[in-house]
């Protein structure tokens, strides 16, 4: 029988072959990246979206529901008191005030607590304890929080009306708040039917007042990288175009509400 030879051919990739594979390889692994990213900055967007959103209704809800008690006072038979209290703040400056144009204002709510129903006490927004009986002022402002990076934030602080002093120091209770604009409904004399809305310096007559405005400018707190750097224009309950160049889109968020205890 013949010998046969048996010829063996290497097997492999080509050089050719490999290159292939390895620019599949890059067009994979790159897609799969960029999927990534975007799904990343769609979710900082999202995230940065829904907390400047949050931050707007909460902090609407908060003063909705406390300025309603602005002027009540717990026996129908006591004297009538202001909503509003004009006394000074910190600094001498008038508490319930008009910032001007685009500057936040400040708005400060007098009326008698009534007990916490979870513990009982008598508080401020503060939490600081209140006289039975005894009215208090609070104040609601736009500062930097010192102990949070100095974010603006919306604050409330407890004053008693009759001496014109602070209970306490002031709370944070929302961030990312960073202006607050009110107008005042006024009614014409002898009516109760309100008519128009001005600022704070154009109340003529504090007793002609039976409802209030409230507007905020919010964003989630802090600058976002997923955001392009350019100019942004608001103008909240009309005080005037505030023109921001930065990373941060802010969204403005109001409400108006009648006051329960004006015209009793």
Request: glycine share 10%; hydrophobic share 40%; proline share 3%.
């Amino acid at each position: 029988m013949p010998m046969t030879d048996i010829i063996h051919h290497q097997k492999g990739f080509s050089i050719i072959e490999m290159m292939l594979a390895f620019v599949i390889g890059l067009l994979v692994t790159g897609s799969a990246l960029q999927l990534m990213v975007s799904n990343s900055r769609s979710a900082s967007v999202n995230e940065f979206i829904a907390t400047a959103q949050e931050n707007g209704r909460h902090s609407l809800y908060i003063m909705s529901t406390e300025f309603r008690r602005a002027g009540f006072r717990s026996r129908a038979e006591a004297n009538q008191i202001q909503p509003f209290y004009l006394g000074s703040c910190e600094g001498g400056a008038i508490c319930t005030i008009d910032g001007g144009g685009t500057n936040s204002d400040r708005v400060a709510i007098q009326y008698e607590p009534i007990p916490n129903p979870d513990n009982g006490q008598i508080q401020d927004c503060t939490g600081a304890n209140v006289t039975a009986g005894a009215l208090t002022a609070d104040v609601y402002f736009v500062d930097q929080d010192p102990a949070n990076g100095n974010i603006n934030t919306l604050f409330c602080r407890g004053y008693d009306p009759l001496t014109g002093t602070a209970r306490g120091n002031a709370q944070a209770l929302v961030q990312g708040v960073e202006r607050l604009q009110a107008l005042y409904g006024i009614a014409p004399a002898g009516a109760s039917n309100i008519n128009q809305y001005v600022t704070a310096s154009g109340v003529a007559d504090w007793q002609q007042v039976f409802g209030i405005r409230v507007g905020v400018l919010v964003s989630a707190g802090g600058e976002s990288r997923v955001f392009d750097k350019r100019a942004r224009t608001y103008n909240l309950l009309n005080s005037g175009n505030l023109t921001l160049n930065d990373q941060t889109p802010r969204y403005m968020y109001g409400t108006a509400l009648r006051l329960n205890n004006t015209g009793l």
